[in-house]
T-cell receptor, first 108, second 114 residues
Framework: TQLLEQSPQFLSIQEGENLTVYCNSS?????LQWYRQEPGEGPVLLVT?????EVKKLKRLTFQFGDARKDSSLHITAAQPGDTGLYLC????????FGQGTELSVKP | NAGVTQTPKFQVLKTGQSMTLQCAQD?????MSWYRQDPGMGLRLIHY???????DQGEVPNGYNVSRSTTEDFPLRLLSAAPSQTSVYFC?????????????FGNGTRLTVT
C-alpha cells in the first residue's frame, strides 16, 4: 500500500510552461519534504514544510502543505531545461515514506 | 566534502551469490538508512540505524542484513542474491532522527542479479 501518491508520474513540457506536481495521502504527516533527483545521483532535499497551510518559495518553485497536512503540491513557474529530473515527496510517518516520484522533462 | 560515499557504483551478481554494499559518511551523523529504488515504486526503506550498535528493519528487510559497528559505516549484506533484488540501492544519513532532518544520499549502487 502506497501511503503517498504522486501525480502525474510523467510530465513532458516545453521551456517556459508552468506545471504542478501533487503529493496526496489519507494519512496526516508531521512534516513533508520534497527532493529532486538527477540521473545517476541520489535525491537532494529542496524543502521541508511543517505547518498546515504553509507555503515556501525557492526561486521559481512554490511548495504548499495542505491545511490538514495530508497533501502537498510543487508548482514550477516558467520551467527551464535545468528543472528536468525526478521529483520525490517524502512524508514523515514514523520513518520517512516516499511517493513514487514525478519524472519531469523540460524541452528547450 | 565527501558526504555519503557508496561503493561499488555497479555490480552484477548471479542468483545465490552474496555481496556487501558499502556505505560511509563523514558528517558524524547518527542516523543512517538503506533504500531501494525501483521504477514506479519510489524509495522503500530496507534497514536503518539510529546509532552505532543499533539497527532496525524498514518496510522491505527480507533478504538483507545490516550492522553498525561505527558511526561512519553502515554496510548492507545480501546473503543469497535473487533476481527480485535487482534494483538501485541508496544509502542515506541524517543528523537526527527527527522528522524534519534532511536525508543526505549517496549516489547509489546499481545491482543486477541474473
Amino acid at each position: 500500500t502506497q501511503l503517498l501518491e504522486q501525480s502525474p508520474q510523467f510530465l513532458s513540457i516545453q521551456e517556459g510552461e508552468n506545471l504542478t506536481v501533487y503529493c496526496n495521502s489519507s494519512s496526516v504527516f508531521s512534516s513533508l519534504q520534497w527532493y529532486r533527483q538527477e540521473p545517476g545521483e541520489g535525491p537532494v532535499l529542496l524543502v521541508t514544510v511543517v505547518t498546515g497551510g504553509e507555503v515556501k518559495k525557492l526561486k521559481r518553485l512554490t511548495f504548499q502543505f495542505g491545511d490538514a497536512r495530508k497533501d502537498s503540491s510543487l508548482h514550477i513557474t516558467a520551467a527551464q531545461p535545468g528543472d528536468t529530473g525526478l521529483y520525490l515527496c517524502a512524508g514523515a510517518y514514523g520513518d520517512k515514506v516516499f511517493g513514487q516520484g514525478t519524472e519531469l522533462s523540460v524541452k528547450p | 566534502n565527501a558526504g555519503v560515499t557508496q561503493t561499488p557504483k555497479f555490480q552484477v551478481l548471479k542468483t545465490g551469490q552474496s555481496m556487501t554494499l558499502q556505505c560511509a559518511q563523514d558528517m558524524n551523523h547518527e542516523y543512517m538508512s538503506w533504500y531501494r529504488q525501483d521504477p514506479g515504486m519510489g524509495l522503500r526503506l530496507i534497514h536503518y540505524s539510529v546509532g552505532a550498535g543499533i539497527t532496525d528493519q524498514g518496510e522491505v528487510p527480507n533478504g538483507y542484513n545490516v550492522s553498525r559497528s561505527t558511526t561512519e559505516d553502515f554496510p548492507l549484506r545480501l546473503l543469497s542474491a535473487a533476481p527480485s533484488q535487482t534494483s538501485v540501492y541508496f544509502c542515506a544519513s541524517s543528523e537526527e532522527t527527527t522528522t524534519v532532518s534532511p536525508l543526505h544520499f549517496g549516489n547509489g549502487t546499481r545491482l543486477t542479479v541474473t
